[in-house]
Each structure stands twice: as C-alpha cells, then as structure tokens.
C-alpha cells in the first residue's frame, strides 16, 4: 500500500506565502511524476503543478507560473510546492499525486496519477 502524506497547508492572507510538502510512505515505487493538483469548491480538480523525474523537467498551470515553484527528491519520493503571492483564488483543498506511468505531454490529465493523498486545505483572505 502506498501512501501519499501532505502537510503544510492553512489559512493565509492575500499576497502571502505557504509551503506545502508531500512524502510517500508504504510500498516502494517509482514514479515518473509527482505533483499538485486543487479542488476548489463548485469547481473541477485542476493541475498545479508537476515535475518530472526524467530530466527535472517542472511545469506549471498558466495560473500559477511565476508564483508557485515545485521540488522534490525522486530517490525519497517528496515533493514540495512553495506558493507565493497567494490569492484568494487559489483557496482550494492541494492534494498531492504521483504518476508511476511515462504520461508526457498529458501530466495535467488526473487520472493518469495513480497514487493521490488526502489533501490539505489552503484558504487565502483578502
């Protein structure tokens, strides 16, 4: 059984920051990505954020380019999303996921990811 554990969410206010951090416990795997998805309220879940463990690739939703920046160690499958200027349109539940296929060009698709955690709540005030 592989676990998907994040932490560091909260409530912020506008034009702050967070970290929010993401470990896997459990079996061991490997994963080709490993990333952030949020599901707001009255919305669909939308990618974030992923990195690809062949080559460190990042890549980023239009929405948070240039705000949010993505890490992580492949070897200890963490990942790490540190999200400045925050806005209260980024209020949402993070959850973090892990990708074990070579999903390429679709790593803003959910249901390629096969592992998700349970995610954690980040509310931004203005």
């Known amino acids: 059984q592989v676990q998907l554990v994040e932490s560091g969410g909260g409530l912020v206010q506008a034009g702050g920051s967070l970290i929010l951090s993401c470990a896997a416990s459990g079996r061991t795997f490997s994963s080709y990505y490993m990333g952030w998805f949020r599901h707001a309220p009255g919305k669909e879940r939308e990618f974030v954020a992923t990195i690809s463990w062949s080559g460190g690739s990042t890549y980023y939703a239009d929405s948070v380019k240039g705000r949010f920046t993505i890490s992580g160690d492949n070897a ?12 209260p349109e980024d209020t949402a539940v993070y959850y973090c996921a892990a990708s074990t ?20 709540q980040v509310t931004v005030s203005s």
Do not use: F, H
């Open 76 to 87: 200890k499958n963490t990942v790490a999303l540190q999200m400045l200027s925050l806005k």
């Open 101 to 120: 296929k070579r999903i390429g060009i679709y790593y803003r698709v959910p249901r390629l990811y096969d592992y998700w955690g349970e995610g954690t």
